[in-house]
């Protein structure tokens, strides 16, 4: 097999997040460095070498802030406070300066939609009715009989309505009671959430991950939600009777967003991507990421739950995304803090290791970025929590229909013999999987076929091929077990093949004589790929 033919220029010349590989650090379970059995932020710096040692962009921080913890920090208390279980404001400047000298951006959350209910802002806005921020949150009366506004239902489980005496009102939330809804529509309350972004602007963050924005405004007249046609899955909460058309994606979202843009592009090479689920994803990330006044990127949920990797999948998600003016640039997640791993949920568990190295290269493959969730280098596998040590409000009001999303979030192994993997020297705050120990950083750098050596090769290689990194994406072939897509750029034309079957399978470009083979799994050859084989080939006539 021959080595990729460098066309590194494009990597300087293209803005850094453009086609960028970001690694997703869950704080709380990526290493401990006080012995509580929690992670912290200098657990995070410590383990930034290896980071940096992957060869990705960027490192994308879940929440640190300030909170009550009841949904594990997406349930804000001080935007601008970094929790005490994390450490400190200066051990997150540490962070930064040691993240920059290793060569990572750093990304960190944004939750813009909703605080927690113990901020000052709601303990303000809940006193009384005409106080200064009577206003920032959605507060409506009830009905005549004294029940809710309207329909709408939490996505964690019963109405999206809580009333308050103090108040004699009902407030809004689309999440626990204990995370009331900001109500964006008010400029003023977007002014602050501005501030906010400046404040870490300031300390040096190199952009945002912007939670659930879609959420972010409702439709101010209170309208019902109509019912949900009837499907062919379990509906385990309330929130999935309903077409939430009235509750979020309000039609005034993107205008909010262009004031965030503006704001980021205060500051050079600055960078936003948006979390866009719901019932119409597409529409909306193309709305959030239009022209160059809104996010520059947006993910949604193709892959983030799917049961099964199908070469039809992919087709759908990329061919979405065209390198067409006036199409935002995608990004991608086949796993992360919210979902299930993607080799407990697709791989088979007899091929599962050539599976995971065919999943692997067709990650690296794609059109847009790629956000890989920690542990995903290693192979780490979906671990199952019994009920009495969940920690998922969700999973633990709708046990047991709701998938635990625990299962994705447990301790990082960085040692095989070390106690508890080498997290903590405590017990672990969410228990380390069973099998995890055994896939430890510490045993994968010795070996030379691991996931995590065939990872750092994968990026590596992504990183010095134009076509990967900004490249249009076309689809030959997506039938059956066969994904076949061009990546083409002003300087290179490759083909990735895939098969994404048990079965071996014969696949060659039209005149095979004018392409030379630059990347390979799974035994796959010029002509041939057996099963879970993928392959790369460049054109060079």
Not at 47 to 55: E, I, N
Not at 136 to 151: E, I, Q
Not at 406 to 411: A, E, K, Q, S, Y
């Amino acid at each position: 097999m021959s080595d990729p033919l460098p066309i590194e220029a494009t990597k300087t010349e293209r803005p850094w997040w453009r086609g960028a590989s970001i690694y997703q650090v869950y704080p709380r379970s990526f290493a401990d460095s006080n012995g509580d059995g929690i992670g912290d932020l200098p657990g995070i710096t410590g383990k930034l070498d290896y980071v940096a040692s992957l060869g990705v962009d960027a490192i994308w921080l879940s929440p640190f802030f300030t909170s009550p913890m009841k949904d594990f920090g997406y349930d804000v208390a001080d935007y601008c406070g970094v929790d005490p279980i994390f450490g400190t404001l200066n051990d997150f400047d540490n962070l930064v300066a040691k993240a920059h000298s290793v060569g990572l951006k750093v990304l960190i959350d944004q939750v813009y939609s909703h605080t927690s209910d113990l901020h000052a802002w709601f303990a303000e806005s809940r006193a009384n009715r005409d106080n200064a921020k009577a206003d920032w949150y959605v507060w409506a009366d009830a009905k005549s009989d004294g029940t809710p506004p309207n329909n709408w239902q939490s996505v964690f489980g019963g109405p999206a309505w809580t009333w308050d005496a103090r108040r004699g009102q009902y407030y809004m939330h689309n999440f626990l009671s204990s995370q009331p809804q900001l109500n964006v529509h008010n400029p003023v309350v977007q002014d602050a959430l501005l501030g906010v972004a400046a404040f870490w602007l300031d300390r040096g963050v190199d952009g945002f991950r912007v939670d659930a924005i879609n959420f972010a405004m409702h439709d101010p007249e209170l309208k019902d939600n109509p019912p949900a046609p009837a499907g062919n899955g379990v509906r385990t909460r309330p929130f999935d009777f309903q077409l939430k058309v009235n509750n979020q994606s309000h039609p005034d979202i993107p205008d909010f967003i262009a004031r965030i843009r503006a704001l980021t592009d205060m500051y050079p090479d600055r960078f936003t991507v948006a979390e866009v689920g719901g019932p119409d994803p597409d529409r909306e990330m193309k709305a959030f990421t239009a022209g160059e006044s809104h996010f520059n990127s947006a993910y949604g949920f193709n892959f983030l739950y799917a049961e099964h990797l199908t070469p039809a999948l992919v087709r759908e998600a990329l061919e979405a995304w065209p390198d067409t003016d006036g199409i935002g640039w995608p990004s991608w997640a086949f796993s992360n803090h919210d979902a299930p791993r993607w080799i407990s949920r697709w791989a088979p568990v007899d091929a599962r290791d050539a599976y995971a190295r065919m999943v692997m290269m067709l990650f690296a493959c794609l059109r847009g970025n790629v956000i890989l969730w920690q542990g995903e280098e290693l192979g780490l596998t979906q671990v199952e929590i019994p009920f009495d040590k969940l920690q998922d409000p969700e999973a633990i009001a709708n046990w047991p229909l709701t998938l635990s999303r625990d299962g994705t979030r447990t301790p990082m192994p960085w040692s095989a013999e070390a106690l508890n993997g080498g997290f903590s020297v405590a017990e672990p705050w969410l228990p380390l999987g069973p099998d995890h120990q055994a896939m430890s950083v510490d045993r994968q750098e010795l070996d030379a076929d691991s996931m995590l050596a065939l990872t750092r090769k994968l990026i590596a290689f992504r990183n010095v091929n134009e076509a990967m990194l900004i490249g249009d994406l076309h689809i030959i072939e997506a039938q059956s077990d066969l994904l076949v897509f061009e990546r083409r750029s002003a300087n290179q034309h490759l083909i990735c093949a895939f098969n994404m079957g048990g079965e071996d399978t014969n696949w060659q470009p039209a005149q095979p004589d004018r392409w030379r083979m630059v990347k390979s799994e799974n035994d796959a050859t010029p002509g041939s790929l057996p099963a879970y084989g993928a392959k790369v080939m460049e054109k060079i006539a």
